[in-house]
């Protein structure tokens, strides 16, 4: 059975046919969780007022109900001095080693908005992550009938940072986030269009990312244009280039990133309610 390196670094929209180095890109799906860890894991349950109770009063003269009042506006705290807050929260949630060069430098709550904002839109936030990059080439093996399918040692390369992923405690997690929301929402404000939450943007990039159907089987792919390789579904083909990532990290690891953040999702609409 042949085989072809290929690398998904270069083009986050296609796959190259022939050995490339090494490049971040590959490890960007995985990565975007890892700025998901405090809090930027993106939300479901949307901010919500409690209906108010119906009131049963006896027979009067009509009542005109007053209007309704209006949403409040997302609360805000200084990014200035929320740093110790930050890392307090990310020594609490214990994370696994792997996840650890993330969180050494500053300017902790705008990098982690900043990669949720970038899934949101679609694409990976690659400048943050490349301490993320897996060991070993992407490849490809050739089927006797000439078919193509990313190899199953591609996926292999995945299964360490998945399996670290899985150890999070998404209750704790979902607790962290309701904390820092009001700081994550000043960074969120310097980046994002007038009126949009950052609640808001972390529900579009949860749902962006769930949306993805993972095929359950092989992964099979064509020649694209130049030295490139496309997805043979066209379904695939057509997935943002943050999805196309999680597609190639292999169904097992996909389906676990996928069963995790679900699970985030309900812990954070218990604290909702």
Partial sequence: MEEAHMNPDSDPAAVPARPQRRGRGAAVMVGVFCALLIGAGVAYVLTRREASPQVVTPPAPVVTAPAPEAAAPPKMA?????????????????????????????????????????????????????????????????????????????????????????????????????????????????????????????????????????????????????????FRDADLEHLSHVQ?????MGPDNAHTIQRKLREFRQELGRGAK
């Fill in 78 to 230: 200084p990014i200035e001095g929320s740093e110790p807050s930050l890392r307090e929260w990310v020594a609490r949630l214990s994370l696994p080693s792997v996840f650890s060069p993330f969180f050494e430098g500053g300017d902790l709550a705008r990098r982690i908005v900043s990669a949720v904002w970038t899934v949101s839109q679609g694409e990976v936030p690659r400048p943050l992550l490349d301490f993320l990059r897996p060991k070993g080439l992407f490849e490809v093996e050739t089927r006797k009938d000439g078919t193509r399918v990313i190899a199953r040692s591609s996926f292999a390369r995945y299964d360490a940072v998945t399996a670290a992923f899985a150890q999070l405690d998404m209750k704790t997690l979902a607790q962290a986030w309701r904390a820092l929301e009001p700081v994550f929402e000043t960074a969120h404000r310097e980046i994002a269009p007038p009126g949009r939450t950052v609640r808001q943007t972390l529900d579009n990039a949860l749902n962006h990312l769930l949306a993805v159907q993972v095929p359950t089987g092989d992964v099979e792919v064509v020649p694209g244009e130049g030295a490139l390789w496309a």
């Fill in 244 to 248: 196309k990532q999680l597609v190639r």
